[in-house]
């Protein structure tokens, strides 16, 4: 049986859920976007009975690479973490996954790292279609505009 609940990530009760009534607790990609990831782990961990699993995972954006070396994904690079940290996150999310996790006062914790690979051109066209469009439509777009950090020619 699983149950998908969308909601503040602080305040899970306010849509229903109770303490301790959850086997598992997954946030996949969610911990890098607020501003306390410690907080949003302790209100996962209080959602979760006893002996049952809470797991996050989270991008880190400074450990993505590519070659050979492109002077416009540097500049996106550099951009999306001035963004993210103006938006209170942390692009940078996955090397302190288990610092956060301490500090949320779990004890049994399984730390793990995987990574993505978009080497074909078919991986390369979709990757770089979805963050096209999000450079150039998206939210982030307008706050880059708005912000003075780039203009449209930039983000062409």
């Not at 699993?53 to 540097?74: K, M």
Request: hydrophobic share 45%.
């Amino acid at each position: 049986h699983t149950d998908l609940v969308v909601g503040d990530v602080y305040d899970l009760q306010a849509v229903g859920i109770e303490r301790e009534s959850f086997d598992v607790v997954h946030a996949h990609q969610v911990l890098q976007h607020v501003p306390d990831p410690v907080g949003a782990l302790r209100a996962m961990g209080a959602v979760c009975k006893p002996g049952g699993i809470v797991a996050a995972r989270d991008s880190d954006y400074h450990a993505a690479t590519w070659f050979p070396a492109v002077s416009g994904l540097d500049r996106w690079m550099e951009l999306y973490q001035t963004i993210a940290r103006s938006n209170g996150g942390e692009p940078d999310a996955g090397r302190r996954m288990l610092a956060w996790a301490r500090s949320a006062g779990f004890q049994d914790i399984v730390p793990s790292a995987s990574l993505w690979c978009y080497a074909t051109p078919v991986d390369r066209e979709w990757w770089g279609g979805l963050w096209a469009d999000r450079v150039t439509k998206s939210a982030f777009a307008g706050q880059a505009r708005s912000s003075g950090l780039a203009t449209d020619e930039d983000l062409a």
